[in-house]
């Protein structure tokens, strides 16, 4: 895995503590997960600023590369994790949690879960930093996905992306993502539209989700 490779995750992760850092939010620097960490791209870049990082993932040949490619030694834990939750991991327990390109690979009902376990495994004034597509274009048939139920749009899509060997990508409408967050004890504290994430066919959100402190520690 070349430099520059790994030289895009720490632009990636220094941007995005640019952001946080400019809604006037200060986290503590003890520990950080990586969920969907493929070989360690961003988990990396995250073990220069904390003191533990996880990185999890569901295919044993990532954990195995970023195992390989890990300069930063037990600060820095990979973890092989096949299960439909994070049930594996402790509530309330990082500071910082970050999953970017992964729970669009997901059926809605598994990114889901997932995101509500995001928010468990997050510490009180923690924050997590996601991104996920809420809507997509279909074209060349022009129909937008406003129109369409989402289970034949996400059925559509993944074939449709399947078909030329790309792999699936599903979504999660905006106000789900919202829901979900809400209702496993997360605040959204902004959404804002990454483009670059899957280009401008995909309505892709990334969505920044802080945990309150308890009344008494506030
Ligand atoms: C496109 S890669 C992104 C890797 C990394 N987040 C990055 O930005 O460099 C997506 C990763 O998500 C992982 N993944 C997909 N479904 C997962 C799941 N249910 N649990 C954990 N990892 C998963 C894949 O194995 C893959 O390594």
Redesign the pocket.
């Known amino acids: 895995m070349s430099e520059d490779f790994f030289r895009t995750?720490e632009e990636?992760v220094e941007l995005t503590f640019e952001r946080i850092t400019s809604f006037g939010y200060e986290i503590r620097r003890a520990s950080a997960l990586?969920?969907?960490?493929?070989?360690?791209?961003?988990t990396q870049a995250m073990a220069t600023r904390f003191q533990i990082v996880d990185g999890?993932?569901?295919?044993p040949s990532?954990v195995r590369q970023a195992r390989a490619l890990n300069r930063h030694g037990l600060r820095c834990r990979y973890f092989l994790?096949?299960a439909?939750d994070l049930k594996a991991f402790t509530s309330n327990s990082y500071d910082f949690v970050?999953?970017?390109?992964?729970l669009q690979?997901?059926e809605p009902r598994?990114s889901s879960t997932?995101i509500g376990e995001l928010v468990r495994v997050l510490a009180p004034g923690g924050m997590l930093v996601m991104n996920m597509p809420s809507q997509v274009s279909l074209s060349p048939l022009g129909l937008m996905t406003a129109a369409v139920p989402r289970t034949v749009v996400n059925a559509v899509v993944a074939t449709r992306r399947g078909r030329h060997g790309v792999?699936e990508v599903h979504r999660l409408r905006r106000e789900a993502v919202r829901e979900i967050v809400r209702r496993a004890g997360g605040t959204t504290c902004a959404e804002e539209a990454d483009v670059a994430a899957l280009g401008k066919r995909w309505k892709t959100y990334r969505y920044y989700v802080g945990k309150r402190r308890p009344s008494h520690e506030a």
């Open positions: 995750g990636e990586d969920f969907g960490c493929g070989v360690g791209r961003l999890v993932d569901i295919a990532m994790n096949n439909h970050l999953s970017l390109l992964v690979h997901m598994y997932f792999r």
